[in-house]
C-alpha cells in the first residue's frame, strides 16, 4: 500500500530579506525532492526574493524500492494518466498553498518548475489554475491537458532535448502547439545533443525568460 506523501522537503531561504516570490521545483519519477533542489544555488543569485521549495512526489515509486512519483506510471494510457494527474493534483496543490500561507505570498508571485514527469503535474496544474500562477517552466517533459482549461494567462516555457530517448522532444512540440492554438504566452527552446537532463544553456534559457515575467 502506498504510505502518504512527505510533509519535510527541502527548501532554500531568500538570498535577499523577506521572501516575496515563491518558485516550486517538481522532480521527475523515482527521484525526490533532494534532486532539484540542487538546481538553487545556480538560479538564487537571478532571483534573490524567491523562496524556494522542493517538495517530495506525493507517493513512493511503485516501480522500485527508492524514490517518489506525482503518478504511478505502470499504464501509460493517455486516459489513465490524465486521470491519475487529476486525482493527485490536489495533494500537490495542498503542499504549495501551505508554503504560500505561511509566506503570504498568493498564486501571482509563484513559479511552478517541473523536469519529466514533474512537467507533467506542473503542466496540469498551471492549466487548472483560477488565480494564474506568475510563470511555469517545464523541462523535458509533456503537456498533460485538463478537462477544463481555466487559466491561459500564466507564461509558459519549454525546453528540451532533441536526443531526449525517455520523453521524445515532440511532446515538447505538441505542448508548444497546444500553446499557441490557445492563445498562451510560451517560450520553446530544443537543444542539440541533449538527452533526458538539464543542461548549462536550457537553465540560462529559463533565467532569461523569468526575468522577463512582470
Excluded at 491561459?152 to 516555457?157: D, E, L, Q, R, Y
Aim: net charge negative; with cysteine; charged share 20%.
Amino acid at each position: 500500500m502506498l504510505s502518504e506523501e512527505i510533509v519535510d522537503y527541502p527548501e532554500i531561504k531568500p538570498l535577499s530579506g523577506k521572501a516575496d516570490k515563491l518558485l516550486v521545483l517538481l522532480h521527475g519519477v523515482g527521484s525526490d525532492g533532494h534532486d532539484l533542489i540542487g538546481l538553487v544555488p545556480f538560479i538564487q543569485e537571478a532571483l534573490p526574493h524567491h523562496h524556494f521549495i522542493s517538495p517530495h512526489g506525493v507517493e513512493p515509486y511503485d516501480m522500485a524500492p527508492f524514490g517518489r512519483q506525482w503518478f504511478s506510471l505502470k499504464d501509460r494510457d493517455n486516459t489513465t494518466i490524465s486521470q491519475l494527474v487529476k486525482n493527485n493534483s490536489a495533494k500537490v496543490e495542498k503542499i504549495i498553498e501551505d508554503k504560500q500561507n505561511e509566506l503570504g505570498i498568493k498564486n501571482s508571485d509563484t513559479i511552478i518548475v517541473g523536469f519529466s514527469q514533474g512537467t507533467m503535474m506542473a503542466s496540469y496544474l498551471t492549466l487548472i489554475q483560477k488565480e494564474p500562477f506568475a510563470a511555469m517552466v517545464g523541462f523535458s517533459g509533456r503537456l498533460v491537458k485538463p478537462a477544463d482549461l481555466n487559466n491561459t494567462s500564466t507564461p509558459i516555457c519549454i525546453i528540451h532535448g532533441l536526443n531526449d530517448d525517455v520523453v521524445p522532444a515532440s511532446q515538447s512540440k505538441e505542448f508548444a502547439k497546444y500553446c499557441e492554438n490557445n492563445n498562451i504566452n510560451y517560450q520553446l527552446h530544443l537543444i542539440p545533443n541533449l538527452t533526458h537532463s538539464i543542461d548549462g544553456s536550457g537553465m540560462q534559457f529559463a533565467l532569461n525568460f523569468l526575468r522577463g515575467i512582470k
